[in-house]
């Protein structure tokens, strides 16, 4: 796969040659609400996030830990449905000036139809995917609707990955590699630790692509320990876990203190 092609891998250069370390968030599509949707990534992008994960809701995120589950599950059950989410990640892709990527699963895809899918997230101006449940060798149809598109499908390197395995899924993948810090699924607490900082160089000596660390990233502290050993730090759960105690409202301040 010609990785130059894809404008997010670009993008994400370009804005590490001013900071040395990009922040991603993630947001699940309906919840707590649409209109709620919007206010958080204006708020998100006003204090400075890069870059932005937008989840599609489905039934079995089987990647993710209770706090997103939950997110899923509500999303769904106010009657979130994939034509609303991508209705609402045109609005934002054409109103915000950072790139987004759809997350989700490989059944929305399946229903949906892969290349119409693909070729949808291209006209409404998405930059890449992430479907975890979707290895490479499974996905051919998919990786070749985004080259087609110059679109980035991001693959995962987890802690059991062997080395042969991450150049394989680093040779299948644009954009970024997205990182996990621990085995198991998202929102639980990670050991920012040397064992965590050998984990990273090993992705680092495998992959050509900029790398994004996700998974237990809570706070400052957290962000400062991955500068010089990955290019983006992903916020996910705890933005949420933030917005249903303090509110929409609350969103901004958490972020501000990530990216100060």
């Known amino acids: 796969m010609d ?117 949808r997230c291209k006209a409404i101006g998405i930059q890449g995917c992430i479907v975890p449940d979707l290895p490479p060798a499974e996905g051919q149809d998919y990786l070749d609707a985004m080259h087609r598109c110059k679109l980035a499908p991001v693959h995962i390197f987890t802690p059991n990955t ?3 395995r991450m150049r394989f899924l680093n040779d299948n993948s644009a954009g970024f590699i997205y990182s996990v810090a621990r085995k198991g699924v998202t929102g639980k607490d990670t050991a920012f630790s040397s064992e965590l900082e050998t984990y990273l160089s090993t992705c680092k000596q495998n992959t050509s692509l900029p790398l994004a660390v996700g998974f237990g990233v809570k706070s400052a ?25 303090e509110g929409v409202a609350g969103v901004r301040p958490f972020i501000e203190t990530l990216v100060a």
């Open 221 to 245: 502290e957290d962000v400062n320990f991955l500068r010089g050993k990955a290019d983006i730090a992903v916020v996910g759960s705890e933005t949420i876990r933030v917005m249903e105690k």
């Open 3 to 119: 990785k130059h092609q894809t404008t997010l891998e670009q993008s994400i250069r370009k804005a590490r040659e001013k900071k040395d370390i990009l922040l991603m968030t993630h947001i699940v599509l309906g919840y707590p609400s649409f209109d709620d949707c919007l206010r958080m990534v204006e708020d998100m992008v006003n204090a400075g996030v890069d870059l932005m994960e937008l989840q599609i809701p489905f039934s079995e995120p089987m990647a993710d830990g209770p706090v997103i589950l939950k997110a899923n599950a509500e999303a769904l059950k106010a009657g979130a449905t994939v034509e609303q989410s991508f209705e609402m990640a045109e609005r934002l892709t054409k109103e915000f000036d950072i790139p987004f990527l759809f997350m989700t699963y490989y059944n929305i895809l399946f229903c949906q139809g892969v290349t119409e899918f693909v070729e």
């Open 162 to 164: 062997p080395e042969p």
